[in-house]
């Protein structure tokens, strides 16, 4: 079951890289606000996936 959500978790972080990769593929010039808003959608997501993969006596 864990292995499954860490898939999830790695597919999920995949698809956001590649969509943030295509918005500024192109161009070039990219904002560091840009890069620290992806940066943070990342860190937000994985960091969601590992509370949510602790049990309850290690969140304590």
């Known amino acids: 079951m864990t ?3 860490n898939q999830g978790s790695i597919a999920e972080a995949v698809t956001l890289i ?3 990769l295509g918005d500024i593929s192109e ?3 990219v904002s560091t606000a840009e890069v620290a808003d992806l ?4 860190r ?5 996936e590992a509370v949510g993969q602790q049990s309850p006596a290690s969140a304590n």
């Open 27 to 29: 161009r070039s010039l």
């Open 44 to 48: 937000s997501m994985l960091t969601r």
């Open 3 to 5: 292995e499954t959500k």
């Open 39 to 42: 940066l943070l959608d990342l």
């Open 18 to 20: 590649d969509r943030g």
